[in-house]
């Protein structure tokens, strides 16, 4: 079936650098695209969305790309934090199949001092 | 409140029994969401309500599981004669409309341990 999935499971950076996450999708139809942050015993927070006629977003530190010709989507954070230090989950939405949100696996970012 | 609210926190029960889980959205959300979280995984889509319209339960992942939701307030997730393989994470999200018209405000979550 359709799914959404990420490339790298764990990714850890020095502070201060830039991160990288990457996600792959697979249902073509997918319109909208969501990225989430979940630290520890917490529910997924928002952080940034894109929507399909779009390639780039940003925000506060935080940059979204999609490419929808190789169906890939990426989070750049710049200037990461300890406070970064989370399990990021890219989701995927196909307006045309409803409202659910699709989650892939996630990565887990982990921020050395 | 504020936020979307989830209860309990934690629930021990023991193998066979069935239990209620219990989600109160952001007054005003028309779109409710409950999603699984097992230890280490990512999110597993159960089952959203939007508006007065059938719940889309292509989720559930048997005839145990089900949910209600009364008007645009209260959800109850309830999965009976529960087993092992239930123990998870239940998160319970809530936004102003479905899909790609809203960001999902997640609750806590109810951390479910079947023994």
């Known amino acids: 079936g359709e799914n959404v999935g990420l490339h790298l499971p764990t990714l850890s950076v020095q502070e201060g650098d830039n991160s990288i996450i990457n996600c792959a999708y697979s249902?073509?139809?997918?319109?909208?695209f969501i990225w989430y942050k979940q630290e520890s015993g917490k529910g997924p927070q928002f952080i940034i969305d894109?929507?399909?006629?779009?390639d780039k977003r940003q925000g506060q530190r935080v940059t979204v790309l999609l490419n929808k010709t190789v169906k890939h989507l990426s989070l750049q954070i710049a200037a990461t934090q300890p406070g970064d230090s989370a399990v990021y989950f890219c989701a995927e939405n196909d307006y045309n199949q409803g409202g659910k949100l699709i989650f892939g696996q996630g990565t887990e970012l982990s921020v050395k001092p | 409140g504020a936020g979307v609210s989830q209860s309990p926190s934690n629930k021990v029960t023991e193998k066979g029994k069935d239990v209620e889980l219990r989600c109160d959205p952001i007054?005003?959300?028309?779109?409710l969401y409950w999603y699984r979280q097992r230890l280490g995984q990512g999110l597993e889509f159960l089952i959203y309500?939007?508006?007065?319209?059938?719940?889309?339960k292509s989720g559930l992942p048997s005839d145990r599981f089900s949910a209600e939701r009364t008007g645009e307030s209260v959800s109850t997730l309830t999965i009976q004669r529960t087993q092992q393989e239930d123990s998870a994470v239940y998160l319970c999200a809530s936004s102003l409309a479905a899909g790609s018209t809203g960001e999902l405000f997640f609750g806590e979550g109810s951390r479910l341990t079947v023994l």
């Open positions: 309500f939007q508006g007065n319209s059938a719940p889309d």
């Open positions: 249902n073509s139809a997918s319109d909208y």
């Open positions: 007054s005003g959300h028309t779109a």
């Open positions: 894109i929507r399909s006629n779009m």
